[in-house]
């Protein structure tokens, strides 16, 4: 409690000392005496009045008294008196009262106390579904994927976001919309929460949706901030344990199902924007743009070749779509082989051999082929016979700068940097407009061939998962093609 150490000068220790012994009363369950002797300090004394408020605040927060809570917070917010805890803690218990309006306003002061409010993306998110701006939590759900706090498994089953859920399969689901749920590693959680050995937490809010013979399972876990199963009550009533062990699951299938289907129609958007983000990329002269977006349609949609022919803006790249008409003519599934290779890089270098190896003879010659089989000869080091074959793609693709990408990897890790050198001279504008060139250039003038990892993965997106960056390399704007290491 900052309010309380404010006390802390020399002549004030043992009051300090007192209030600390007091609010120890309150967390050993002797709430009335603590509370008795916080609301006996006088406002006129402020600093320990507020810090008696402050005290008083725990003492609620461990009682669950919500609306005490919120009048204690309100009161220290408006006299500017408020830490980040004191924010927090007013806006969950407002968003337990379900006034979800006032507990978006409040958490937002944190930025005023310092902290992002990006640190409460979940908070936020959770919120916006309460508040049924499904298009905000998606996007708050955005942030906080990208340094996850408490988005988990228990987010599946979060009442909060349930609204969010049901808005998926049906709602009007923007362009916008549709990248960040793609985005987002809701499959993944969906298939640990559906884990029978998945432990179930809950909020207070959902525990008390829940049946009395239910809610009689559950204690409250300082540790874990939630409501847990309590083992020896399910060890008293194991018939009504598996009861609800059944009907949750049931609950969070119903969830799941609802998930994939707004993940059906999500693609379903994307998928339709993909000529036309390709026909962008061919506007900026980046070839490699549009192959991203045509092997990422026609791997999850054969059929969609017809619509990148027509697009007007791709006239100039029909050479680059026949040659793939003329692949797929023989291995109907040729993109989304080559795409699957490319994800088993970074976790199964041995599968994804495999798959290559299931390409058909006369798919072979196809550049996409040659450069995927760069990349695995890469990933096992074998970069001897990796260079020929990027250099075959470079011959091929010689606006595309995935080709450049992989031959300079290879000719660092071999040591041959005047060669590296020459190769990103010759590299096509497009490249040089990507961070990826600049750090390659950096790494061969400082003949350091360490990598810094692969860019977020390519789900449709117009900028190709972060390698198109303007300007200097960032975290994301990594190796798009790379070997691995």
């Known amino acids: ?77 408006a006299t500017n008196e408020q830490t980040i805890r004191i924010v927090v803690g007013t806006a969950i218990a407002l968003t337990f009262l379900g006034r979800h309006r006032e507990a978006r306003e409040t958490l937002a002061l944190v930025e005023g106390l310092g902290r992002p409010l990006a640190h409460h993306a979940y908070q936020m998110a959770c919120l916006a579904s309460l508040e049924n701006d499904f298009p905000d939590a998606l996007r708050w759900l ?60 809950v909020d207070q809010n959902d525990l008390k949706r829940q049946p009395a013979k239910f809610r009689q399972l559950f204690k409250y876990s300082r540790s874990a901030g939630m409501c847990v199963l309590d083992p020896m009550a399910v060890a008293r009533k194991p018939e009504v344990a598996a009861a609800f062990r059944k009907a949750r699951r049931a609950h969070v299938a119903g969830i799941v199902a609802m998930i994939e289907e707004g993940y059906r129609r999500a693609l379903n958007v994307v998928l339709a924007a993909q000529p036309r983000y390709a026909a962008e990329q061919a506007a900026q002269g980046n070839p490699l743009g549009v192959r991203y977006h045509l092997t990422f349609a026609l791997a999850r949609r054969p059929e969609m070749l017809e619509d990148f022919r027509r697009e007007p803006g791709l006239a100039k790249m029909q050479p680059l779509i026949e040659g793939f008409a003329a692949v797929q003519g023989v291995d109907p599934g040729f993109c989304r082989r080559m795409e699957l290779i490319w994800a088993l890089l970074a976790s199964d270098a041995d599968a994804a051999w495999t798959t290559l190896e299931e390409t058909p003879a006369a798919a072979r010659c196809h550049p996409l082929y040659l450069l995927r089989r760069a990349n695995v000869l890469g990933a096992d080091r074998d970069y001897l016979r990796a ?48 961070g990826l060139y600049r750090r ?46």
């Not at 150490?5 to 050993?28: C, H, I, N, S, T």
């Not at 349930?162 to 009007?172: C, E, I, M, N, S």
């Not at 250099?391 to 040591?415: K, S």
């Open 387 to 434: 260079l020929p074959i990027s250099l075959q793609v470079i011959a091929a693709w010689p606006e595309d700068a995935a080709g450049f990408d992989t031959a300079i990897h290879v000719l660092m890790q071999l040591g041959r940097w005047e060669d590296a050198a020459t190769v990103l001279g010759r590299a096509p504008e497009c490249y040089r407009r990507f």
């Open 1 to 77: 409690m900052a309010a309380l150490y404010q006390l802390g000068v020399k002549d004030q220790a043992d009051e300090r000392e007192k209030f600390e012994v007091v609010l120890g009363w309150a967390m050993l369950g002797q709430f009335d005496e603590a509370q008795a002797y916080f609301l006996a300090v006088p406002p006129s004394n402020r600093l320990r009045h507020v810090a008696a408020q402050c005290a008083l605040f725990d003492i609620y927060e461990m009682q669950f008294r919500n609306e005490d809570i919120v009048q204690i917070g309100q009161a220290l917010i």
């Open 142 to 201: 955005e942030i906080e994927a990208r340094n996850p706090r408490y988005l988990d498994a228990r987010s599946i089953g979060d009442s909060d976001l349930f609204a969010l859920w049901q808005w998926l399969p049906r709602g009007k689901m923007r362009l916008e919309d549709g990248h960040r749920l793609l985005a987002l590693p809701l499959r993944s959680l969906c298939a640990e929460a559906l884990d029978p050995g998945h432990e179930i937490q």
């Open 440 to 485: 390659q250039r950096q790494q061969i003038a400082e003949r350091n061939a360490v990598g810094s990892g692969r860019a977020e993965p390519f789900r449709g997106q117009p900028n190709l998962g972060g390698i198109l960056c303007e300007g200097e390399p960032t975290e994301v704007t990594t190796t798009t093609e790379a070997a691995h290491e």
